[in-house]
């Protein structure tokens, strides 16, 4: 699968460019003006801007915006948008109780970090530092930088970003889910197995923003008594089928996981037999996506200009490319894909300017071939096609329609 170039953004340093949207937010939170995005009065009220409650983002624009740079698709979920301005609505009517609910089950869906702001502001003002603390935590999971959860743990009296940070040494006890320790992508975490107790250690992991990406799970022992051993489970605590173990004592481990973006993992390390000992768990994202993600479904295809030379990958064998082009003359297109490598088999499927399909390209069989399809086309239409895989291979490919 492939990602945003370097230029992004979210991957630069600047804060202004990251959050361009977010400074006349906290501004109007701070001096407690009235937004667009308030929620409104109630049916039975004025019908004028209600005051937003200070630290609380009511605009559902950025909700929208951060599910795109999140999730890497269109935010168009007409019944969450509902939710969301019905919790506004309460916040109106100071019924954060039932804003807070009403929030929790949108964020089951639409897990960004400005729902979870607006949860941790709303729990601080029922008082319920715990889940406040955990909101702002989960705001923070996806963003390490997210700006409007700093400032309220900042301004809010009895919080500060401390308590939100994950850690660096793991926290005991944490020997089950629910007292997962929250760790941070790029962050080495020291722990250690006890010996002769059944001892193992949960962390909590929220994967990176959009575009899906191949991740790096590393349990190294610093013990030479320790053989490491990793299970993955869901949010909601199933375990997954990325689990690996190691028997050498003292060994490291490596396990590579390609989950969906902006999604939460619990990590259960323990050790092997009765081994036991320290070791040092450190989360990598690779950045193995290419220029043109995230484009896995039609709807996100990329558009590229006939003539053009494309290079792109097929990350894993989980992952396909969707393309657009707009045809240059009547008649016939050649669509050219080249392997950059030894291993991927490609596969093309093409479709008409309606998306409905048109047809397949030839059927390859050896890893490592090219492919070249024609295809009849309509001067000024758009045409889709989608690049992917045979027997679960992988590898990069050169596109060029023309």
């Known amino acids: 699968m492939a990602g945003r170039s370097n230029s992004n953004p979210q991957h630069d340093g600047s804060w202004i460019a990251r959050y361009w949207w977010v400074a ?32 609380y983002i009511a605009s559902v624009a950025t909700v929208a915006q951060e ?44 897990a960004v970090p400005v729902i979870f702001n607006n949860l941790g502001v709303l729990y601080a003002q029922l008082n319920d530092r715990a889940r406040a603390i955990n909101a702002f935590r989960e705001a923070l999971a996806r963003d390490i930088d997210y700006q409007p959860a700093r400032f309220n743990l900042n301004r809010l009296k009895g919080f500060t970003s401390r308590d939100t940070d994950p850690v660096t040494h793991e926290i005991e ?4 889910p629910e007292l997962a320790n929250p760790i941070a992508v790029g962050k080495p975490v020291d722990g250690g197995i006890a010996a002769d107790t059944n001892d193992r250690d949960y962390f909590r992991i929220t994967t990176p923003p959009a575009p899906r990406d191949l991740i790096s799970v590393e349990i190294a022992a610093r013990s030479k008594t320790l053989a490491p051993v990793l299970k993955v489970y869901d949010r909601d605590q199933r375990l997954l089928e990325w689990g690996q173990e190691v028997r050498q004592p003292g060994a490291t481990l490596t396990q590579y996981i390609s989950p969906a973006p902006n999604t939460t993992f619990y990590l259960e390390v323990s ?55 707009v045809a240059p003359h009547s008649g016939i297109v050649t669509i050219d894909i080249r392997n950059r490598s030894a291993s991927l088999i490609p596969a093309l499927s093409t479709f008409n300017p309606d998306k409905s399909s048109s047809g397949f390209g030839p059927d390859i069989r050896t890893p490592g071939a090219n492919l070249k399809h024609v295809l009849p086309v309509q001067e000024g239409q758009t045409y889709y096609i989608q690049v992917w895989s045979q027997s679960r291979t992988a590898g990069a490919y050169s596109l060029t329609v023309k």
Do not use: C
């Not at 929620?39 to 801007?49: C, E, H, Q, W, Y």
């Open 24 to 55: 006349p937010i906290v501004a109007a939170a701070v001096v407690g003006l009235w937004l667009t995005g308030a929620p409104r009065a109630s049916s039975t009220g004025a019908g004028t801007p209600a005051k937003i409650l200070p630290g």
């Open 173 to 176: 006890p944490n020997d089950r």
């Open 67 to 110: 599910y795109t740079r999140f999730q890497g698709k269109v935010f168009q979920m007409p019944e969450v948008e509902q939710e969301l301005q019905q919790a506004n609505d309460r916040v109106a009517a100071h019924d954060y109780a039932a804003a807070a609910s009403m929030l929790e089950e949108a964020s089951k869906r639409v």
């Open 271 to 325: 050790g092997y037999g009765s081994t036991s000992g320290e070791y040092t768990l450190t989360v990598r994202q690779l950045k193995a996506f290419d220029a043109y993600e995230p484009n896995d479904d039609i709807f996100n295809a990329r558009p590229i200009a006939p003539g053009a030379f494309i290079e792109a990958n097929i990350m894993d064998p989980d992952d396909t490319d969707y393309y657009s082009f």
